[in-house]
């Protein structure tokens, strides 16, 4: 099985790569990546916005420059993390298109999800099923060796 960081370090260097098959391990595993990232910058941005408000309607502001200060960098982070996002939908998507070639489906599947309800169940479903035994025709199975000649 594969480990967090192994998985984190796959989809990286597979970073535009649609061929091929991933495991349930690499899919999930990426998918906690983002989300803590996702998280940790919420909750930044979140601390210095409250902060910044608590402040100003105590009316117990230090300096008014230290204010504009803590609102610009608010609003970086709120930036730095659209772009973290969006530099992260290219990987998410292909490791997604991986997932479902280890189901035997089809990447071009993943446009069911465009559905409303229904499109998204169906791929979340895909991403929980398991692996299709042996190789298929986007590779061999992520889950069994490679066998090599003696």
């Known amino acids: 099985m ?3 960081t192994e998985s984190v370090r796959t989809c990286f260097k597979k970073y535009a ?5 991933a495991s349930r391990a690499e899919f999930w595993w990426f998918q906690l990546f983002n989300y803590l990232i996702s998280i940790l910058l919420f909750v930044v941005s979140t601390v210095f916005m409250i902060y910044a408000l608590v402040h100003q309607l105590h009316g117990t502001e230090p300096q ?11 609003v ?3 930036l730095i993390a659209q772009m973290l996002q969006l530099a992260l939908l290219v990987p998410n998507i292909c490791v997604l298109v991986r997932r479902f070639h280890d ?3 089809s990447g071009y599947e993943i446009f069911y999800a465009l559905i409303p ?13 398991p692996s299709e ?3 298929n025709q986007y590779g061999p199975n992520p889950y069994e060796p490679i066998e090599t000649a003696d």
């Open 64 to 74: 008014k420059g230290a204010m504009v200060a803590l609102g610009a960098t608010t």
């Open 76 to 78: 970086i982070l709120m």
């Open 2 to 4: 594969m480990s967090f």
């Open 133 to 135: 035994e042996g190789a």
């Open 103 to 105: 189901t035997g489906h």
């Open 117 to 129: 309800v229904a499109g998204a169940i169906y791929c979340l479903v895909l991403c929980f099923l």
């Open 17 to 21: 790569t649609l061929s091929g098959r």
